[in-house]
């Protein structure tokens, strides 16, 4: 058993760092001008998130290569190891096959990859582990792609910041990680008046990587923010909320009142408990740091 020691991950809110290492480990399949991830120089350009595996499971992440497919999971829990074993012998859905096709069938890249911003970790055998900061690195257990092997055994973590790829939010935030990126979300829609359907929001909290999930995972985010825009229009915000029980909402305020800015900015506040925000936003200002079908099952 070995200890690992990284530097921990600089954000201090459970949100936002559950974001940032999100888009750290989805870059790990991508590249910008500056830095290209390792298992993207490794040929893994595709990818897959939070979609079920032919044994019903849901990892974070299945990354495609021409020949190889790798299954990760994404954690900032020290314990997540004790996890990973249930990963082993995991493969890709027939649906994401369909959706990545290739002329052969991959074979496994080897052990799971532990995806991970956090330090001091003492790993015992049957996953890899790679650790998104700089200083970083990867603790290799067993990678059957000699390629990627060899990448990751002198890779020395992302050295830039990755892209934001406009994402706010993923379909494991819980609510009250939701909350910040929804009062932007909320101060927008009162611009906006207009009728606005949950799956917009959801669009808006994934940003660019909407169509990297799964349906599945998707419809679980949408329900959660269903329930938050539901709760404030039978609660704080039940004056400036109107909620029609077809998928969708609108925020009815005029806002050429400052009085009525201000009261719903004051509502907003007291519904974060944090400090007041500006009243309102465009949509292309927005901040960008801060029951469905099986069928992609």
């Known amino acids: 058993m070995m200890e690992l020691i990284y530097l921990p ?38 990818y897959w998130c939070e979609g079920k595996s032919n044994e019903k499971l849901t990892p974070d992440i299945f990354g495609f290569s021409d020949n190889y497919f790798c299954v990760c999971d994404v954690s900032m829990s020290s314990q997540k190891g004790h ?39 003492k790993k015992e055998g049957g996953y890899n582990i790679v650790h998104v900061y700089q200083p970083g690195g990867a603790t290799i257990d067993c990678i059957n792609d000699r390629k990627l092997k060899e990448i990751l055994e002198k890779w020395t973590g992302i050295l830039n910041p990755p892209p934001s790829y406009s994402l706010l939010a993923v379909p494991e935030s819980s609510p009250d990680e939701l909350k910040n990126p929804l009062a932007g979300i909320l101060k927008w829609a009162a611009s906006n008046s207009d009728w606005i359907t949950f799956e917009e929001v959801a669009e808006k909290l994934l940003g660019k990587l909407y169509t990297s999930f799964s349906r599945k995972a998707i419809s679980e ?73 099986d069928y992609d099952e």
């Open 9 to 46: 991950s600089p954000y201090q809110t459970i949100g936002k760092r559950r974001v940032e290492l999100w888009r750290r480990g989805i870059f790990l399949f991508d590249k910008t001008e500056r830095e290209e991830g390792p298992f993207h120089k490794a040929g893994y350009e595709d």
């Open 83 to 121: 996890e990973m074993e249930k990963y082993k012998g995991c493969t890709p859905s027939e649906y994401m096959k369909s959706l990545f096709p290739t002329e052969k069938e991959r074979e496994s890249a080897g052990s799971p990859f532990l995806i991970t911003d956090e330090f001091g970790l």
């Open 221 to 293: 985010l949408r329900k959660k923010i269903q329930n938050i825009i539901y709760d404030l229009h039978k609660g704080i915000l039940k004056e400036f909320i109107i909620y029609d029980n077809n998928g969708r909402f609108k925020v009815d305020i005029d806002t050429t009142s400052p009085q009525k800015r201000k009261a719903f900015s004051s509502k907003i506040h007291s519904w974060l408990k944090l400090t007041p925000i500006e009243y309102f936003i465009k949509d292309d200002e927005l901040d960008e740091d801060n029951e469905e079908d």
